[in-house]
């Protein structure tokens, strides 16, 4: 069964840090680039970045570059979102995803994150 598990999440205070995981099984992960979108409340999806299959290139969008890395463990099966800085702004729900052979996505179920002080 394909499966990604993202981790990491809680509250954090503004200008505050945090690491979110998503840990993949089910599926050769190393052959796929890997995705992080969000979605704060009452918006909708909103992408954040990618990183290509070797961890080679990252690509983000343009409000979260220089405050967000994308990097990934092909060892773990595991991509990374290193959040610093964090604004009240960034309150959304993360979900990692990638799309597979048959041009399906494949989500995981979100970890929260909350910036408030």
């Known amino acids: 069964e394909v499966q990604l598990v993202e981790s990491g999440g809680g509250l954090v205070q503004p200008g505050g840090s945090l690491r979110l995981s998503c840990a993949a099984s089910?599926?050769?992960?190393?052959?796929?680039?890997m995705s992080w979108v969000r979605q704060a409340p009452g918006k909708g999806l909103e992408w954040v970045g990618a990183?290509?299959?070797?961890?080679?290139?990252?690509y983000y969008a343009e409000s979260m570059k220089g405050r967000f890395t994308i990097s990934r463990d092909n060892d773990k099966d595991t991509v990374y979102l290193q959040m610093n800085n964090l604004k009240p702004e960034d309150t959304a729900v993360y979900y990692c995803?990638?799309?597979?052979?048959?041009?399906?996505?494949?989500w995981g179920q979100g970890t929260q994150v909350t910036v408030s002080s």
């Open positions: 995803y990638h799309r597979n052979i048959y041009g399906q996505y494949v």
């Open positions: 089910g599926f050769t992960f190393d052959d796929y680039a």
């Open positions: 990183i290509s299959w070797n961890g080679g290139s990252t």
